[in-house]
């Protein structure tokens, strides 16, 4: 039933390690003709939030894939390898909400299976690497066109494992958020979605005492200030032009931000 | 037209985040059949000479190819986003000087236009991503054929923005040049060309007291000891065996070197 | 004759400079068809034996290949570049050792012949930098089906340059061997295979006083415990359950440890 050209895979593997090339080598050899493309190997080890946002900011900017996210400090125990159909793709991880958020920007949980067809793993499955062991397998067979209930039995989307929504609070005047990530630039995401800015005003105070502007590129303040912008996520955030405001507000993913008019 | 094959990327996005999948993503969604290079994501953030060098060094051992260079930290303002055509490839960027090198080594400047066509431009265009939004869609139209001239309307080439050349100056038995880059074995690349080594003699030294000789390989000199030699992309270089010139020297790129016959 | 639909890449070149870019356009060029899959660029530079360790533990997850290995501290010396045929894959690489390991778990050595044939080199071979000049290439025509001996002369197995095997001992109630690698996630992969823990038991002290537990998964011991485990590459390997193995015993590549029954 058609399957898919490409594999995106998302993980905390690192790349010092032979760990991401061995799942591009089981691809390679059961799916010769997909094409993978890493979104990042650089989640921080165990941050299933973190893997979670990354992923879903980036796949829908993906031509239509197989999604693997492995972020699975729980590999080897009880909880879950599933496959999540969306109208835009399907996910393939562990069970802990690493797929989730994905899963609603792909257009939301069409089917859920669980990934238990012993056929498709590698033989000699290992209990610490199901990367490489399962999920690459069986992201791979959904490439080439297996249906999802190959992959194992039905799954109540209701029991799947969510994650906490971050924290946004909107009231008259001001927004409070939690710090999604910080990029390479420096750049402070919130949770806040892009359009409770349009509510502000120019003038901002960051944490009660940090000025700031609302506007749309780094250089509509002057080099050194702060600016609130929506991001290329559709995110608010906080950038310094010419600098790392991460470093100016000292604040890290999980804090929360406080923004309002002065 | 013909178009390109490949497409290369040089940005100082890293890989942390997912922004270099999103530019993959766009590209594999408007060109499935290109191939994508990667030169590096780690330019220093911002540092437009470092980009235009690394691409400029890297370029000519690739196929030909859309070559896509985004360190922009005027991305959002009235910077020109331009494509170059050579006789060896397409350059894709903004207008700030990071094209320039390369588009020396591709042949020389054949015609510039400013990517200007909308509807190439991904719907919702953010203010601070052009590399997924403008440049990585401009690449895959390009490379699967379109003319320069759909891009947009032509450029005068002399209006082009261009990087002050690096210091290097020769004389009767010295050199004086600035440090281009530093690799990760620590080897220090000068900016002048590996010609202007054959006028020196053999024995050297680096910065009026630190001994070194020429050579071609790293064990021309013994463990320990300094080497000056022609690098792999034709620039003097220095090196110690079985060590890191860098440490030894303690230069860092923009500084000035002297290396004088002793 | 066949050839490779696919070539790894092993090396110390890190992903900052071009050098690995360089590596990807000389295949593009000259086998324009065949898939790169790159094992990992982040060797610790001129580590041979982690180059050699990384290496053999992918290698048996790729597809059949040509693996291009270099981590070359003698590139330009007269060490020889080499080229080992076994019954899985070609390997490609300095003869400084880097390749052994990977021939073992291929199937062992059919044939090596001396990569010398100059029609194959870049143009103007560079003295240090043969992963583009002399290595890429010749994987490259030898993935589109050059014979092994179409690269140079037949060389004797016997003379090559072997690394010294890690030390692995095993007694009554014990085993001591030699940390190879430390991955992303802290945990301490040792030289010896996985069957020499099936003698011991389940309680065990590491190092004469760091109580651990043999299990299989790391959830078989409590948060911030110690548990000895079979590896995804079938060595012995210490890990703590939501911890870094690597800071509680302080241990690094090389140094010998010894576990033992309580």
Chains 1, 2, 3 share one sequence.
Request: with cysteine; glycine share 12%; charged share 20%.
């Amino acid at each position: 039933m058609g399957g898919y050209g490409w594999i995106s895979l998302t993980t905390d593997y690192g790349t010092f390690d032979g760990f991401v090339a061995s799942c591009h080598g089981v691809i390679a050899r059961i799916a010769p003709d997909v094409r993978v493309i890493d979104v990042t190997h650089h989640v921080p080890p165990a941050d299933v939030p973190r893997g979670a946002a990354v992923l879903a900011q980036t796949a829908p900017h993906l031509p239509e894939s197989v999604h693997v996210a492995v972020v699975d400090p729980g590999v080897g125990t009880a909880r879950r390898p599933i496959a999540i159909g969306t109208p835009n793709g399907v996910l393939v991880g562990p069970d802990n909400g690493v797929l989730i958020w994905a899963s609603e920007v792909l257009g939301g949980i069409d089917e859920v299976v669980q990934v238990a067809n012993k056929d498709w793993f590698l033989g000699d499955m290992s209990r610490t690497f199901h990367g490489r062991d399962l999920f690459a397998p069986a992201a791979a067979h959904l490439a080439t066109g297996a249906a999802l209930s190959d992959a194992g039995p039905s799954v109540d989307a209701d029991t799947l494992v969510r994650l906490a929504d971050p924290v946004v609070a909107v009231g008259d005047g001001w927004l409070e958020a939690e710090v999604m990530t910080v990029d390479r630039f420096g750049n402070v995401q919130l949770a806040a979605g892009g359009a409770t800015l349009r509510a502000l005003g120019a003038d901002l105070l960051i944490g009660g005492n940090v000025r700031a502007r609302r506007g749309t590129t780094f250089q509509d303040v002057k080099p050194g200030e702060l600016l609130v912008y929506e991001d290329s996520a559709g995110r608010v955030a906080i950038a310094v032009n010419g600098g790392r405001a991460v470093v100016v507000l000292s604040v890290r993913p999980g804090d929360v931000v406080r923004i309002a008019e002065r």
